[in-house]
């Protein structure tokens, strides 16, 4: 059963608990269905909660002021009494996770990060640009399922294969979550989103525990920027490569994406908070 906080962020939590809660922060081309995939064995034998960031899926109460994902985040872990975590997080989610780590240090016992997105990205490449462009064009004239095919032929499929070469169902999948989102702030045109100042890219340094960096071979190339600046920026950050996933290597190969994640949370050394 969906659960909310007290300022209408929707989340779920599950499995046994006992150690360390792993939370689950979804893409910006997602919500926190994106996790049905690989729920079920990790609430298994992992306490395990998933959220909707605010304007994404069922957390869809329209802010009194400006958005902050990471004190959304903060907000929740406080309320459901978790002091301290692993933290999860695919594009979007990743730099929220990030942020979420450099505002309260001692709530983060590890980052893994899938593939690093949202404040995370800085480099305007050809292939970034190109999906800017296309999105809003599609946006400004009011045509919801152009920008929602803008998004999957950049997130889903990348620029380096086609639409045929992924699973159907993936990109379903992602159609309903990433339409959902555009009709939920459909009308937030004049809501801001708060900014970390200074950005996270400027404060990797600060962040000491252990990060798990994965990225698809098949992702955009400003992706591998950000993987490239995040892993020189963290001490003892941790790289991993699957040559043939996207962006979303979570809902492309859940099965691999599961023993990745437990294996990460059972053999991650838990400093001191």
Same mark, same amino acid.
């Given at each position: 059963?969906?659960?909310?906080?007290?300022?209408?962020?929707?989340?779920?939590?599950?499995?046994?608990?006992?150690?360390?809660?792993?939370?689950?922060?979804?893409?910006?081309?997602?919500?926190?269905?994106?996790?049905?995939?690989?729920?079920?064995?990790?609430?298994?034998?992992?306490?395990?909660?998933?959220?909707?960031?605010?304007?994404?899926?069922?957390?869809?109460a329209r802010p009194a002021g400006a958005v902050s994902h990471p004190a959304d985040v903060l907000d929740m872990l406080?309320?459901?009494?978790?002091?301290?975590?692993?933290?999860?997080?695919?594009?979007?989610?990743?730099?929220?996770?990030?942020?979420?780590?450099?505002?309260?240090?001692?709530?983060?016992?590890?980052?893994?990060?899938?593939?690093?997105?949202?404040?995370? =990205?800085?480099?305007?490449?050809?292939?970034?640009?190109?999906?800017?462009?296309?999105?809003?064009?599609?946006?400004?004239?009011?045509?919801?399922?152009?920008?929602?095919?803008?998004?999957?032929?950049?997130?889903?499929?990348?620029?380096?294969?086609?639409?045929?070469?992924?699973?159907?169902?993936?990109?379903?999948?992602?159609?309903?979550?990433?339409?959902?989102?555009?009709?939920?702030?459909?009308?937030?045109?004049?809501?801001?989103?708060?900014?970390?100042?200074?950005?996270?890219?400027?404060?990797?340094?600060?962040?000491?525990?252990?990060?798990?960096?994965?990225?698809?071979? =098949?992702?955009?190339?400003?992706?591998?920027?950000?993987?490239?600046?995040?892993?020189?920026?963290?001490?003892?950050?941790?790289?991993?490569?699957?040559?043939?996933?996207?962006?979303?290597?979570? =809902?492309?190969?859940?099965?691999?994406?599961?023993?990745?994640?437990?294996?990460?949370v059972k053999d991650t050394p838990i400093a001191a908070g």
């Open positions: 059963m969906t659960s909310f906080t007290s300022n209408g962020i929707a989340y779920d939590r599950g499995g046994p608990r006992g150690e360390l809660p792993i939370v689950l922060i979804h893409a910006g081309v997602a919500d926190r269905g994106m996790w049905d995939p690989i729920w079920p064995e990790l609430t298994g034998d992992r306490d395990v909660v998933r959220l909707d960031l605010r304007g994404f899926g069922d957390s869809a406080s309320e459901m009494g978790v002091d301290r975590c692993h933290v999860v997080g695919a594009s979007l989610g990743a730099g929220v996770a990030v942020e979420v780590a450099l505002a309260r240090p001692s709530a983060v016992a590890s980052l893994l990060l899938a593939a690093p997105g949202g404040s995370l =990205l800085t480099e305007m490449t050809p292939d970034l640009r190109a999906f800017l462009d296309a999105e809003r064009t599609a946006l400004e004239r009011g045509d919801l399922d152009a920008a929602v095919d803008a998004n999957l032929a950049w997130w889903v499929e990348g620029t380096r294969r086609s639409a045929d070469q992924v699973d159907p169902s993936v990109r379903e999948r992602v159609r309903r979550m990433q339409r959902r989102a555009f009709e939920v702030t459909a009308d937030w045109d004049d809501v801001e989103e708060q900014e970390l100042d200074p950005p996270a890219l400027d404060r990797l340094s600060e962040i000491e525990v252990p990060v798990l960096v994965l990225v698809g071979g =098949l992702d955009l190339d400003t992706v591998h920027n950000a993987v490239g600046r995040v892993v020189a920026g963290i001490s003892g950050a941790r790289r991993v490569n699957w040559a043939d996933a996207g962006h979303l290597p979570s =809902l492309e190969n859940p099965a691999a994406f599961t023993g990745l994640l437990q294996e990460w």
